[in-house]
Nanobody
C-alpha cells in the first residue's frame, strides 16, 4: 500500500515555530517530486512548497517565502516542512503529496493539484494566542 503519514501539527502562538514531517511507506519518496499543501475551512487547497526530483530545486509560495523551509531525508524516506514566524493566517490542515507526472514539482510558478496523486491524511496546524 502507498501511504503518506503527516505529523508534527498542533497549536502554536503567533511568531512561533513548528516542524511538520511526512513519512512515506509503500514507495520510495526519493523517486518523486514532493509538495506541501494546505487547506483552511471554506477555502481551496493551495500549494505551499515543493522540492523537485530532477535537481532538488525548491519552490515557496509568496505567502510563506522566507518563513518556511522544505527539506528531504532520503535515508528516512521523509520530507519535512520547517515553519517559522507563524501567523494566524497559516492556520490550516497541511498535506504532503507526491507528483507522479513530472520531475519538477511545479510549472508556471504553481503547484497543480491534479499532478499530485499520492496524498497523506493531513495534520492540523493552529496559530492562535
Amino acid at each position: 500500500q502507498v501511504q503518506f503519514v503527516e505529523s508534527g501539527g498542533g497549536l502554536v502562538q503567533p511568531g512561533g515555530s513548528l516542524r511538520l514531517s511526512c513519512a512515506a511507506s509503500g514507495f520510495t519518496l526519493d523517486y518523486y517530486a514532493i509538495g506541501w499543501f494546505r487547506q483552511a475551512p471554506g477555502k481551496e487547497r493551495e500549494g505551499v512548497s515543493c522540492v523537485s526530483h530532477s535537481d532538488g530545486s525548491t519552490y515557496y509560495s509568496d505567502s510563506v517565502k522566507g518563513r518556511f523551509t522544505i527539506s528531504r531525508d532520503n535515508a528516512k524516506n521523509t520530507v519535512y516542512l520547517q515553519m517559522n514566524s507563524l501567523k494566524p493566517e497559516d492556520t490550516a490542515v497541511y498535506y504532503c503529496a507526491a507528483n507522479t507526472m513530472r520531475s519538477r514539482c511545479m510549472s508556471g510558478g504553481q503547484l497543480y493539484l491534479h499532478e499530485y496523486n499520492y496524498w497523506g491524511q493531513g495534520t492540523q496546524v493552529t496559530v492562535s494566542s
